[in-house]
């Protein structure tokens, strides 16, 4: 048989996979360099999307030129001199015809640039023009080479595309290829999309797109040829999602919890305080999920002091009325053994039989518990991730609730699924995920806000301090705890400064990195120097993760009423510790603490009826510090801050979809595009809920694209 039958008898996705040497403009010699790029076939030519462009729109024309002003001329290296001049400089000239006229470039000091110009080369140049003895000229401007000497002679395009490169290949050939390899093939590609789609969503057909997407003619014709990739990919990520939402929904069965009236209001009873509107409505959500028989997958989040832990007990209280056990999960033994305190409060004359369970548990303690909760008798645990370990069972479990959901990691959380059948899931967390990251990460996610804060909270105050203010603030903060107010103060560092190490590193995790730590506040030593200086006259109390669980627990009590007024901490005390009497925040060496880590920590002091104050002291933060800084002292709103730390930081710094375990995004970027991501999700949603199986004809090509894509990552099957 002939192995390459005549072209007319081959199909276009034969056509596609044409081999790159046999594809017109590429040749064998060029195919070897292609290869190595991984570029196999003329498809995957096509979809060799430019890593940038070379903007050659708004060029000033040299008629045009007007001295000081900057200009970006686009023209041809008609002349290369260098000499040395009398004062001994290097000096470098190169004439550049521009148009109908010329410029003079000028670089001094710069031999290297030398071998960089040559007759003929193709170059933007962006700079301030003066005039010099009746010719233009630009001192030190930038330079960009346009490569453009394999490319089509006289080629006019406004913007060139910039590929990855490899040994054996150069710009030119590369665009010279892309011409010839789209004029070929580009109308050979299968439209994924049905017309409508296209036309619903604004998007171009493929063809029309793929061309402007590697020749764009502006940034406009770019920016509409991107935004179909952009939707593609981003419709395709929220499709998985929506499906294996779908299934899971489909699949599992989880405790009908049927939350009475007669429930609620025993419930209600229990509480100390009315509930706010935010509140109100969480409760309802949560409520109504709990009756279904498919286990709740809710995120709640609220600013610190919202009063997400009320909502926890009544999710929790329900369930335990309904017959089921309830697990309440929190990151650090100090916030678990809180939280087992305000429950004790709550519960003080209920029937419910509940523990709290954490690393510093007796073993006798621990086995009570667990021979409790295994036989059924026990209705609830309060922990840390200790409730997650393999002996930990349960004989009814109805409700997980995970505190500060953050501050684990993705595989703790999966692990505690498995602990029992099908539980519901509420997670809560007050450093709230940027909504475009959840709209990807958690696409399968459920979400409840909490806008309001308890009546009566008074504003925060931020001070950006320099060292020479220090005095001031201590004698301020001495002015508040004589009023009987008070205060903590903390360390990024447990002890020597030497030591580096001896952060709490678990409550560490999103600390940033890249500042040396020679003069980095330790909490045992700002604690002696407080003591022996500006707060002698005050009880001054210690905590760091280093210390035994009692001691811990002990210190957390005496500040909590009121015996210690000062608490000199690291940061263990970041997230959900409730002392709402204290009103005074000192930060030493803020510019190690992360931007949410900073507004958690401010959060401990805005908690009661008084008004915070929070002073942050640093040390030669480096620019990105110092952004940090100025933006929590600018806001107090997490929800802005969260956005703001997901500018500084970017997309992938956070829980980024590796993490998640899915494949890198090729085009499209979570902070830019977020346009983009909310359409792709309505549309996502809106496909999967009219056709779970995605098998109507006219989607076959989305759902193959799927399948291809996440079909084994997010363990589709086969879809429906
Ligand atoms: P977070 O959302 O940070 O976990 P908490 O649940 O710890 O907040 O609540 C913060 C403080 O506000 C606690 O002292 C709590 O008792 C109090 N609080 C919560 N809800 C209310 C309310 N509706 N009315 C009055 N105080 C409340
Ligand atoms: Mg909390």
């Known amino acids: 048989m002939d192995p390459t039958p005549a072209p007319a008898e081959r199909s276009p996705a034969e056509l596609l996979a044409t081999p790159v040497q046999f594809v017109r403009g590429v040749g064998p010699q060029r195919a070897e360099p292609l290869q190595r790029l991984g570029l196999l076939t003329a498809r995957d030519l096509l979809f060799y999307f430019p890593r940038d462009y070379q903007d050659l729109t708004d060029l000033t024309n040299v008629k045009d030129l007007e001295p000081d002003k900057l200009v970006r001329l686009r023209g041809t290296v008609a002349e290369v001199d260098s000499r040395v001049t009398n004062a001994g400089r290097f000096m470098l000239g190169v004439l550049v015809k521009a148009g109908a006229g010329f410029v003079r470039c000028m670089w001094f000091d710069q031999r290297w640039l030398r071998e960089k110009f040559s007759v003929g080369q193709d170059v933007l140049v962006t700079g301030k023009v003066r005039l010099k003895s009746l010719i233009w000229e630009l001192v030190h401007p930038q330079v960009t080479w346009l490569d453009t000497a394999d490319d089509e002679p006289g080629s006019a395009a406004q913007m060139l595309p910039v590929y990855g490169l490899t040994e054996g290949l150069t710009q030119g050939a590369m665009r010279r290829m892309m011409r010839l390899t789209l004029d070929a093939f580009v109308d050979l590609l299968d439209e994924v999309f049905p017309a409508e789609h296209l036309a619903e969503h604004n998007l171009w057909p493929i063809a029309t797109a793929l061309r402007h997407l590697h020749f764009p003619d502006n940034r406009e014709q770019l920016a509409q040829a991107r935004r179909r990739f952009v939707y593609q990919e981003l419709l395709i990520l929220q499709l998985g999602l929506a499906v294996q939402r779908y299934r899971r929904r489909q699949a599992s069965s989880a405790p009908v919890i049927d939350v009475t009236g007669k429930i609620d ?230 002890d020597s400064p030497a030591d580096a190490e001896a952060t709490d590193a678990a409550e560490d995790a999103d600390r940033p990195e890249g500042d040396s730590p020679k003069q980095i506040a330790s909490a045992e030593a700002v604690f002696e120097a407080l003591c022996h200086g500006p707060l002698e006259a005050f009880r001054v109390g210690l905590i760091h993760g280093r210390m035994s669980s009692s001691d811990k627990e002990a210190a957390m009590a005496a500040f909590r009423d009121g015996r210690t007024q000062v608490l000199v901490s690291t940061s263990v005390i970041e997230v959900g510790v409730d002392v709402p009497n204290a009103t005074l925040m000192t930060i030493e060496s803020a510019q190690r603490f992360g931007l949410s880590q900073l507004h958690q920590l401010r959060g401990r002091v805005s908690r009661g009826l008084h008004p915070g104050y929070c002073c942050l002291f640093t040390d030669e933060p480096s620019p990105e510090a110092q952004r940090r800084l100025e933006a929590l002292s600018e806001s107090t709103d997490g929800f802005a801050l969260a956005e703001a730390d997901f500018q500084i930081r970017g997309p992938g710094d956070l829980l980024g979809t590796r993490q998640h375990g899915l494949p890198p995004l090729r085009i499209a970027d979570l902070v830019s595009d977020r346009a983009e991501l909310e359409e792709a999700r309505q549309a996502a949603q809106a496909m999967v809920s009219a056709d779970p199986g995605l098998s109507d004809p006219a989607v076959s090509k989305i759902r193959r694209m799927l399948l291809h894509r996440y079909g084994r990552v997010m363990d589709l099957g086969d879809v429906g």
Not at 371 to 382: D, E, F, N, Q, S
């Open 265 to 494: 209001a025993r419930i209600r009873r229990l509480f100390p305080f009315e509930l706010t509107a935010g509140q109100q409505s969480a409760i309802l959500e949560i409520a109504a999920d709990l009756r279904q028989p498919v286990p709740m997958n809710r995120l709640l989040q609220g600013d610190v002091g919202s009063g997400k832990t009320i909502v926890a007990v009544y999710a929790m209280l329900a369930a335990i009325a309904a017959g089921y056990q309830a697990v309440i999960m929190a990151p650090t033994e100090i916030l678990a053994r809180q939280h087992a305190a305000t429950l004790g409060k709550i519960l003080s004359h209920s029937q419910v039989r509940w523990g709290c369970l954490t690393g510093g548990s007796s073993t006798s303690e621990r086995q009570e518990l667990l021979a409790g909760l295994a036989a059924g008798t026990t209705h609830a645990v309060i922990g840390t991730h200790a409730v997650l370990q393999q002996d930990v069972q349960f004989a009814k479990l109805g409700l997980v609730v995970i505190d500060e959901q953050h501050k684990f990691g993705v595989r703790q959380r999966a692990s505690l699924k498995q602990a029992g059948a099908n539980p519901h899931y509420l997670v809560m967390t007050a450093t709230p995920i940027p909504r475009s990251l959840a709209l990807t990460l958690f696409g399968d996610l459920d979400v409840t806000t909490i806008r309001d804060a308890p009546p009566g909270r008074q504003p925060i105050h931020t001070y950006l301090a320099a060292d020479e203010q220090r005095e001031r603030w201590w004698e301020f903060v001495r002015k508040k705890l004589t009023e009987g107010r008070q205060a903590y103060v903390i360390a990024p560092l447990v």
